[in-house]
């Protein structure tokens, strides 16, 4: 939890010297490793998966 934060203080800071590059990348890079981010899209994918899994079997 550590990590995201350092990252997304660290686009904050760019983001107040102006380097607008630097910030969105680091806001992306600090929400996909949150626990919203990948794990979630993870989670989503699988879930996905197993929905076409049953609708293949249910033909």
Same mark, same amino acid.
């Given at each position: 939890m550590n990590e995201?934060?350092?990252?997304?203080?660290g686009a904050l800071a760019s983001f107040v010297q102006g380097e607008i590059g630097i910030d969105i990348s680091g806001l992306v890079i600090g929400f996909l490793f949150s626990p919203y981010g990948l794990p979630? @899209?993870?989670?989503?994918?699988?879930?996905?998966?197993?929905? @076409?899994?049953e609708k293949i079997k249910a033909i």
């Open positions: 995201e934060l350092i990252l997304i203080f979630m @899209i993870g989670a989503t994918a699988i879930a996905f998966i197993e929905l @076409i899994n």
